[in-house]
Nanobody, 114 residues
Framework: QVQLVESGGGLVQPGGSLRLSCAASGIIFSNYHMGWYRQAPGKQRELVAVISATGMSIHAESVKGRFTISRDNAEKKVYLQMNSLKVEDTAVYYC????????WGQGTQVTVSS
């Protein structure tokens, strides 16, 4: 059974930092492209960042220079380091594992508010 479990969300003030983690099980993690998406209330789910099985990464323009995606194949985890957080980063953040099939985590809430 495939499971992606996110953690690390929470409430943070503008300008603060959070590190999200996604732990994978049930897949050959090193073969999968991994990503982070987010969905704010009333909005569509959007790409935040993806990292390929070979370690190449892409970040959305809205988070470039502030967020960094990384992966640890030995630990079967993907991370999202989020710095200089803004109110508009508030959303539920979802982990994605992709190969022939997409697998999603249950999401973790990130709230940026003073």
């Amino acid at each position: 059974q495939v499971q992606l479990v996110e953690s690390g969300g929470g409430l943070v003030q503008p300008g603060g930092s959070l590190r999200l983690s996604c732990a994978a099980s049930g897949i050959i993690f090193s073969n999968y492209h991994m990503g982070w998406y987010r969905q704010a209330p009333g909005k569509q789910r959007e790409l935040v960042a993806v990292i390929s099985a070979t370690g190449m990464s892409i970040h959305a323009e809205s988070v470039k220079g502030r967020f960094t995606i990384s992966r640890d194949n030995a630990e079967k985890k993907v991370y999202l380091q989020m710095n200089s957080l803004k109110v508009e980063d508030t959303a539920v953040y979802y982990c994605l594992g992709r190969r022939e099939t997409d697998y999603w985590g249950q999401g973790t809430q990130v709230t940026v508010s003073s």
